[in-house]
C-alpha cells in the first residue's frame, strides 16, 4: 500500500488530493505542525490539486495565497440525481429511483428537502434504513436530525464532557429565545455579534452549537468612523457575527419558546362566590398566546407554528385555534394539524372544525399544501365528518374515471370520492369544460351520496 501510494505521488502527470471533512480533524485548532496542515498551506505537494471540505465556522486558519472558495447553496434536480448516485448508492438505479419516490411521495419532507443539507441527510438516511418511512411530520423528521447532530459530535467527545454535552442538548431555553426574539424583529435579526450571543449563552454551550454546526461563524470587515488629529477617516475592523447555519433552525429553537407558553395550561381556581375562575398567563405576567403569536407571520415563518404544535399536543389546540381566527391564515391551520400527536378525538375534532366551513384547495397554493388539504378530507371522509364546502380554483385537470372516479388537479394530485361533502364548487377561469369532462363531473358527484349542490 505504501509503495502504490509513493508510486502516484512520484510518478503520476497528475494528482487530486481531497481532505474532506476538516471540521472534523482532531488537531485542527493546534499549533503543532502536520501533513495535513502542511498540504493545506501548500508547503508541501505544490503540484498537486487540492479540495478541502468544511463547514464554514471551521475554516483553516491557514491556507495557500492562491485559495479559492466556493459554497455549496442549492441542488437542481439533476444535481440530486448525480449526488445520489455518486455519494449514496453508486449506479444501482433501482435504489436511486427509490430514493426519489420515497422524497415524491413525502410533500413534507420533499418541502424540507428543498435545503441541501436535509436532502443530502434525507438520501443517505433513506438508503441505510427504513426509519424515514415512520415520519409523518417536519417536526418528527427534524428532531431526528437534530439528534444525529448531537449524536455525531458525542462520538467524538472524549468522556468525561459527555454529561455537560448532554445538559446543553436537553436544555436551550436562552438559545429558544434568542431564535424567537430575532424572528419577532420588524426587520427579522438573523445575524448576531459572538461576544453578545456568548454573554447570553454562556461559552460552554456557545461553543458546542458552533461544533454542533447549528450555529456558525463569519469573519466580516466593518468600517467605523475615526477621528485623529480632528481629521475623519474609516478604521476597518475584524468582527465575528453569527447565525443560524439555516433559517430553520432558527423556526425550530423559537417553536420551542412558542410551545413553552402556548401549552401551558390556564390555572382555575374558586372564586369568593363559589364560581370556578381561569386564570389567564397574563394575569400571572406570561404572555398569551395571541401575544406571542401577533408578530409572527404564518406565511413567512410556517415552520414556527408547524414545529410548535408538533412540539407540543397542548399547545397544538391553541394555535391551531388562532390561526383559524386570523385574516388569510384559516387554511394554514390545516398544516398543523398534521403535525398534531395526541389523541384521536382531538385531532378529528380540529379537523371537524376546519371542516365546517369552506375548504380551498388553488392553482397557487404549494404543492405541500393541496396534498395536505386533500389528506384532510380524506381524514374527514373516513371518520363520517360533514364536509361544508370544497372550492376548486383554476387547479381542476379531469376526472379519471378508470382509476375510482377520482378528480385529477393540474398538479397531477388527486382528490377521493368524498361520500361526506355537502357543496362542490368548480371555478376555472377562461376555460370552457366539454361535455366529456362534464359527464366525468356528474359521475364524481354521484359517488359523493351527501352532495346537495355542485356549482
Request: some cysteine; glycine content about 4%; proline content about 2%.
Amino acid at each position: 500500500m505504501k509503495k502504490d501510494i509513493k508510486h502516484i505521488l512520484n510518478e503520476c502527470n497528475k494528482v487530486l488530493i481531497i481532505l474532506d471533512g476538516f471540521d472534523e480533524y482532531p488537531d485542527r485548532d493546534s499549533d503543532a505542525t502536520s501533513d495535513v496542515k502542511s498540504i493545506i498551506k501548500r508547503d508541501m505537494f505544490q503540484e498537486f490539486d487540492v479540495v478541502l471540505t468544511t463547514r464554514t465556522a471551521c475554516l483553516p486558519k491557514e491556507t495557500a495565497p492562491q485559495t479559492q472558495r466556493i459554497r455549496l447553496t442549492g441542488f437542481d434536480d439533476n444535481a440530486r440525481d448525480e449526488y445520489i448516485r455518486k455519494a449514496v448508492v453508486g449506479n444501482d438505479e433501482g435504489a436511486v429511483k427509490a430514493i426519489k419516490w420515497q422524497l415524491l411521495e413525502n410533500p413534507v419532507l420533499a418541502d424540507l428537502c428543498q435545503v441541501p443539507l436535509f436532502f443530502v441527510m434525507f438520501a443517505h438516511m433513506s438508503h441505510e434504513s427504513k426509519h424515514l418511512e415512520k415520519f409523518k411530520s417536519v417536526t418528527s423528521f427534524f428532531s431526528y436530525m437534530i439528534k444525529c447532530f448531537h449524536h455525531h459530535l458525542q462520538n467524538k467527545m472524549k468522556g468525561e464532557n459527555v454529561r455537560g454535552f448532554e445538559s446543553f442538548q436537553e436544555d436551550h431555553s436562552e438559545l429558544d429565545k434568542v431564535a424567537f426574539e430575532g424572528l419577532c424583529q420588524e426587520n427579522q435579526q438573523l445575524v448576531w455579534g459572538k461576544d453578545e450571543l456568548c454573554e447570553r449563552l454562556g461559552e460552554d454551550f456557545y461553543h458546542q452549537y458552533v461544533s454542533l454546526g447549528i450555529i456558525v461563524e463569519e469573519n466580516v470587515l466593518e468600517m467605523e468612523p475615526s477621528y485623529t488629529s480632528m481629521v475623519a477617516s474609516n478604521l476597518i475592523q475584524e468582527k465575528t457575527e453569527v447565525r443560524f447555519y439555516h433559517k430553520l433552525f432558527c423556526e425550530w429553537y423559537a417553536a420551542h419558546y412558542v410551545s413553552s407558553y402556548a401549552g401551558r395550561r390556564n390555572i382555575r381556581f374558586m372564586g369568593n362566590d363559589g364560581r370556578l375562575v381561569k386564570l389567564y398567563h397574563r394575569v400571572l405576567g406570561k404572555k398569551d398566546i395571541s401575544d406571542i403569536l401577533k408578530d409572527l407571520d404564518p406565511f413567512d415563518l410556517q415552520y414556527v407554528f408547524r414545529f410548535a404544535c408538533g412540539l407540543n399536543p397542548n399547545a397544538s389546540s391553541k394555535i391551531i385555534e388562532y390561526l383559524k381566527n386570523t385574516e388569510n391564515a384559516h387554511h394554514f391551520a390545516i398544516l398543523c394539524i398534521l403535525e398534531k400527536e395526541g389523541k384521536i378525538d382531538s385531532i378529528l375534532h380540529s379537523v371537524r372544525d376546519l371542516c365546517s366551513s369552506t375548504v380551498e384547495i388553488r392553482d397557487d397554493h404549494t404543492l405541500l399544501l393541496k396534498r395536505s388539504t386533500i389528506q384532510l378530507l380524506d381524514v374527514a371522509t373516513n371518520n363520517g365528518i360533514s364536509i361544508s364546502r370544497v372550492y376548486l380554483y383554476n387547479c381542476y385537470s379531469t376526472v379519471d374515471l378508470r382509476g375510482g372516479n377520482h378528480l385529477q388537479l393540474k398538479s397531477n394530485l388527486s382528490i377521493p370520492v368524498l361520500t361526506a361533502l355537502n357543496k362542490l364548487d368548480i371555478w376555472e377561469q377562461g376555460k370552457e369544460i366539454t361535455s366529456e369532462e362534464f359527464t366525468g363531473i356528474l359521475q364524481y358527484s354521484s359517488k359523493c351520496l351527501a352532495l346537495k349542490q355542485l356549482v
